[in-house]
């Protein structure tokens, strides 16, 4: 329709077709109507060789990068082979709290004591090496630690040479807070179980101890390490089946 009103499309298909031999051509093609006859339409195939097409489909891809890039929850950063920053997407400012240009001059965000993002960045520069999933410490631009989860992608030349290092990375802050919450309070329970004069025992829905606590040599003359593992035995036989009873109803409330 907009050529038979006289107007070009906006963006010329690229179409195959085959030539005289049976082979597949690829050709662009730009369609007008003819001036003054709205009965004839002028159009004009163009070759596309294998280097306009790997230039568009290049330019397709970096596009399609930059769009999955900014919308991403994750840090994202590109550096050459030399460490040098040349991409920064909009969320790796967002948590870091620097600005683009001040990532891309290369601000440290890295803690002074904490030297293992650095060696993974030289190591990978350095042996074009990849990984994921390694937990370390940056330091945002107010002062404050910042837990991440830190995978980074070396990209090679044809020549097998760096070319560039894709690194990508996560805020998993609040996560380490609250492993380091649970380790601080399993350590006090640790310590008044363990100090505690009365027996403490565990047991599974099927019986079985899994924990007795020191108090168990001076209350039952037995080593915690003696019945870990087993069904006991403790019980007496007048009483065995109470306690088994009681357990079973525990465990439904």
């Not at 082979?81 to 400012?93: F, H, M, R």
């Not at 290369?106 to 520069?125: E, H, K, N, T, W």
Request: charged share 25%; hydrophobic share 40%.
């Amino acid at each position: 329709a907009r050529f038979l009103e006289g107007c070009p499309a906006s963006e010329n298909p690229i179409i195959d077709m085959v030539g005289k031999s049976g082979e597949e051509l690829r050709v662009e093609v730009c369609s007008v109507c003819w001036p003054g006859d709205a009965s004839l339409v002028v159009s004009i195939f163009k070759g596309v060789s294998s280097r306009e097409m790997l230039l568009d489909s290049s330019g397709r891809s970096e596009q399609l990068y930059g769009i999955l890039a900014e919308t991403m929850p994750a840090g994202i950063m590109l550096c050459d082979g030399l460490g040098k920053p040349v991409y920064v997407n909009k969320q790796a400012s967002n948590l870091t709290g620097y600005t683009i240009q001040e990532l891309m001059r290369g601000v440290l965000i890295c803690l002074s004591d904490d030297a293992q993002p650095m060696a993974i960045r030289d190591y990978a520069l350095k042996r074009g090496d990849s990984g994921s999933n390694c937990e370390t410490r940056f330091i945002r631009s107010d002062g404050r630690d910042m837990w991440v989860s830190l995978s980074w992608r070396a990209i090679l030349g044809h020549d097998g040479a760096l070319r560039l290092l894709h690194t990508l990375f996560t805020d998993i802050t609040e996560r380490k807070h609250a492993e380091q919450a649970l380790r601080e309070s399993e350590e006090k329970y640790k310590v008044i179980v363990e100090n505690s004069r009365d027996m403490i025992m565990l047991t599974q829905p099927d019986g079985i101890i899994s924990y007795l606590s020191p108090a168990c040599a001076e209350v039952i003359g037995h080593d915690p390490e003696d019945l870990i593992g087993t069904s006991g035995g403790i019980w007496h036989p007048d009483d065995a089946d109470f306690v088994l009873a009681a357990l079973q109803k525990s465990l439904v409330g």
